[in-house]
C-alpha cells in the first residue's frame, strides 16, 4: 500500500484524507489524493502549485484531487498532467477512482512514489467527523455551496468511530463538521441534537478522557446547553472556538450571521458565571463596508471578552458569493493591517489569562517531545522525563515561556 495524502484548509480535510485512505486500502496500489480548499483564492493558489509540484516529481503516479478548491476550480487542476478531479459529491465512491484508473489517457503500469513531503503534524488526538454541509448562507462563504446541504451521521456511527479511536489509543475526541452546531438526527423516536450527542457519547463511552469541539456557531441554541455540560463534566473541556467573524452589529448583518455582539457578550457571561471557561474565535477582517470605525468595534469587542486566540484573517472575495460584488471593498493592504491589529490584542488576552492560571493543576494531552495541550489548547512543555505520545497526566503549571506554560507532573 503507497498511497500519500496532503490536506489544505480545515481539520477535516485531513479527516476525509484518512478516510478515503482506508477505503482505497486494497483496491488501489500506488497513488497520492490531495484535498484542496477553497476559502480564499490563497488556499485554491497553494493547491494548484503543491499540485503541479507533485506531478513533476511523480510523472507515472496517478494523483487524484477532491476538495472545494477542485470542485470550484476543477480546470485548474484538470490541465496538470496524470491529475484527475474527484467532485466533492464523489470523494467516497470508491468506483469513481477505479474507474479512473481504467481509463487513464497516460501510463501509470509502474507506478513509483519518488517525491513526497508531507508537513502535516501527527496529532495525539482524535478528530471525529459528525456531520457535513451547511444550510445558511452567508454572504462570504463559498464551502457551503461546495459542500451541498447539512447532512447529520447517524449516532450509532459516530459511537463507531470513537470507541475505534480509543481503541487504537487516543483518548481526546475532537467532534468536528462544517457547522458542526446544526447537527439534529431522531434517535429512539426524539430530536437528537449537538448537546445529546456530547451528552451520550460521554455517557456511553467512559474510556474519552477529553471531549472537545473543533468550533461552533454562536447563534445555536445548543451552545448553552454545551456549557451546562461542561460546567457538569470535567471529562468535556472548558474551551470553546466561535465563528465569531465579525464583534460589529452591522457587518454581522451584511455577512448575514445571525448572532449579534450582544449575543456573544451573553455566550460569555453565563459561561464564565462560578466556572471558568476560556474562548477563542474566527474574525474575517477587511469585510465590504467595514469602516474604521465599525472595525474598531470588533477589536473592542475582542478585548471585552478577553478571547484567548483569534484566528483572523483578510476578506478575501469568492467567486458566486454576494459578499464578491458588494460595494466598498476593502483594500487587501488595510485588511492585512487589521488582522495585526486584533491578532495582538489576542496575544495580549491570552498572556493576561496565561498570568493568572501559573500554579494550577489541569490535565493534559501530551502531543510530542514532552509538549501538551491543556484545556484552554495553549501548549504546555513539560519538564522531567519522556511522556509517551497520546498519554493524558495532571500537570501543575509553574511558569511561562513566551506563548507556552512550562509545568511539571504533579
Same mark, same amino acid.
Given at each position: 500500500?503507497?498511497?500519500?495524502?496532503?490536506?489544505?484548509?480545515?481539520?477535516?480535510?485531513?479527516?476525509?484524507?484518512e478516510?478515503?485512505?482506508?477505503?482505497?486500502?486494497?483496491?488501489i496500489?500506488?497513488?497520492?489524493?490531495?484535498?484542496?480548499?477553497?476559502?480564499?483564492?490563497?488556499a485554491?493558489?497553494q493547491?494548484?502549485?503543491?499540485?503541479?509540484?507533485?506531478?513533476?516529481?511523480?510523472?507515472?503516479?496517478?494523483i487524484?484531487?477532491?476538495?472545494?478548491?477542485?470542485?470550484?476550480n476543477?480546470?485548474?487542476f484538470?490541465k496538470?498532467?496524470?491529475v484527475?478531479v474527484?467532485?466533492?459529491?464523489?470523494?467516497m465512491?470508491?468506483?469513481?477512482?477505479?474507474?479512473?484508473?481504467?481509463?487513464?489517457?497516460f501510463?501509470i503500469?509502474?507506478?513509483?512514489?519518488?517525491?513526497?513531503?508531507n508537513?502535516?503534524?501527527?496529532?495525539?488526538?482524535?478528530?471525529?467527523?459528525?456531520?457535513?454541509?451547511?444550510?445558511?448562507?452567508?454572504?462570504?462563504?463559498?464551502t457551503?455551496?461546495?459542500r451541498?446541504?447539512?447532512?447529520?451521521?447517524?449516532?450509532?456511527?459516530?459511537?463507531?468511530?470513537?470507541k475505534?479511536a480509543?481503541?487504537?489509543?487516543?483518548?481526546?475526541?475532537?467532534?468536528?463538521?462544517?457547522?458542526?452546531?446544526?447537527?439534529v438526527?431522531l434517535?429512539?423516536?426524539?430530536?437528537?441534537?449537538?448537546?445529546?450527542?456530547?451528552?451520550?457519547?460521554l455517557?456511553?463511552?467512559?474510556?474519552i478522557?477529553?471531549?472537545?469541539?473543533?468550533?461552533?456557531?454562536?447563534?445555536?441554541?445548543?451552545?448553552?446547553k454545551?456549557?451546562d455540560?461542561?460546567k457538569?463534566?470535567?471529562?468535556?473541556m472548558p474551551?470553546?472556538?466561535?465563528?465569531?467573524?465579525?464583534?460589529?452589529?452591522?457587518?454581522?448583518?451584511?455577512?448575514?450571521? &445571525?448572532?449579534?455582539?450582544?449575543?456573544?457578550? =451573553? @455566550? *460569555?457571561?453565563?459561561?464564565? +458565571?462560578?466556572?471558568?471557561?476560556? #474562548?477563542?474565535?474566527?474574525?474575517?477582517?477587511?469585510?465590504?463596508?467595514?469602516?474604521?470605525k465599525?472595525?474598531?468595534?470588533?477589536a473592542?469587542?475582542i478585548?471585552e471578552?478577553?478571547?484567548?486566540?483569534?484566528?483572523a484573517?483578510p476578506?478575501s472575495?469568492?467567486?458566486?458569493?454576494?459578499?464578491a460584488?458588494?460595494p466598498?471593498?476593502?483594500? &487587501?493592504?488595510?485588511?492585512?493591517?487589521r488582522? =495585526? @491589529? *486584533?491578532s495582538?490584542?489576542? +496575544?495580549e488576552?491570552?498572556?493576561? #489569562?496565561?498570568?493568572?492560571?501559573?500554579?494550577?493543576?489541569?490535565s493534559?494531552?501530551?502531543?510530542e517531545?514532552?509538549?501538551?495541550?491543556t484545556?484552554?489548547?495553549?501548549?504546555?512543555k513539560?519538564?522531567?522525563?519522556?511522556?509517551p505520545?497520546?498519554?493524558?497526566?495532571?500537570?501543575?503549571?509553574?511558569?511561562?515561556d513566551?506563548?507556552?506554560f512550562?509545568?511539571v507532573?504533579a
Open positions: 500500500m503507497n498511497i500519500k495524502t496532503l490536506s489544505f484548509g480545515c481539520r477535516l480535510n485531513a479527516l476525509e484524507c478516510k478515503i485512505t482506508k477505503m482505497l486500502t486494497g483496491n496500489e500506488t497513488a497520492i489524493l490531495v484535498n484542496t480548499c477553497a476559502v480564499t483564492g490563497e485554491e493558489r493547491s494548484a502549485q503543491t499540485v503541479r509540484k507533485l506531478s513533476r516529481e511523480n510523472p507515472n503516479v496517478m487524484f484531487v477532491t476538495g472545494c478548491g477542485a470542485t470550484r476543477p480546470k485548474l484538470e496538470i498532467p496524470h484527475v474527484i467532485n466533492n459529491k464523489d470523494k465512491n470508491l468506483s469513481v477512482y477505479q474507474n479512473a484508473i481504467k481509463v487513464a489517457g501510463d503500469s509502474c507506478p513509483e512514489i519518488n517525491a513526497f513531503k508537513t502535516e503534524s501527527i496529532l495525539s488526538k482524535k478528530f471525529i467527523q459528525v456531520q457535513n454541509g451547511c444550510n445558511h448562507d452567508c454572504t462570504y462563504c463559498v457551503r455551496l461546495l451541498g446541504k447539512s447532512v447529520s451521521f447517524e449516532y450509532d456511527d459516530v459511537l463507531s468511530a470513537v475505534e480509543i481503541k487504537n489509543g487516543f483518548y481526546e475526541i475532537v467532534l468536528t463538521g462544517v457547522d458542526t452546531a446544526s447537527y438526527k434517535y429512539d423516536g426524539k430530536l437528537f441534537l449537538l448537546a445529546d450527542l456530547c451528552e451520550k457519547l455517557h456511553d463511552v467512559p474510556d478522557k477529553h471531549l472537545r469541539l473543533s468550533s461552533i456557531d454562536p447563534a445555536s441554541p445548543e451552545i448553552l454545551i456549557i455540560l461542561m457538569g463534566n470535567p471529562r468535556f474551551h470553546l472556538h466561535l465563528s465569531m467573524q465579525s464583534g460589529s452589529d452591522t457587518i454581522l448583518k451584511s455577512m448575514r450571521r &445571525r448572532h449579534t455582539a450582544d449575543m456573544l457578550r =451573553k @455566550i *460569555i457571561n453565563t459561561a464564565n +458565571k462560578d466556572f471558568q471557561i476560556s #474562548f477563542s474565535a474566527d474574525i474575517i477582517c477587511g469585510f465590504p463596508g467595514e469602516t474604521e465599525l472595525f474598531k468595534e470588533t473592542d469587542l478585548r471578552l478577553k478571547l484567548i486566540h483569534v484566528h484573517f476578506f472575495p469568492r467567486p458566486d458569493t454576494v459578499a460584488v458588494m466598498n471593498q476593502i483594500n &487587501r493592504s488595510v485588511s492585512k493591517q488582522v =495585526k @491589529i *486584533i495582538d490584542i489576542a +496575544k488576552n491570552r498572556a493576561d #489569562f496565561m498570568q493568572h492560571q501559573i500554579g494550577k493543576t489541569v493534559v494531552l501530551i502531543e517531545n514532552n509538549v501538551g495541550r484545556p484552554d489548547d495553549i501548549d504546555v513539560i519538564t522531567g522525563a519522556p511522556i505520545n497520546k498519554t493524558i497526566c495532571d500537570v501543575k503549571l509553574i511558569g511561562i513566551t506563548n507556552m512550562i509545568g507532573c
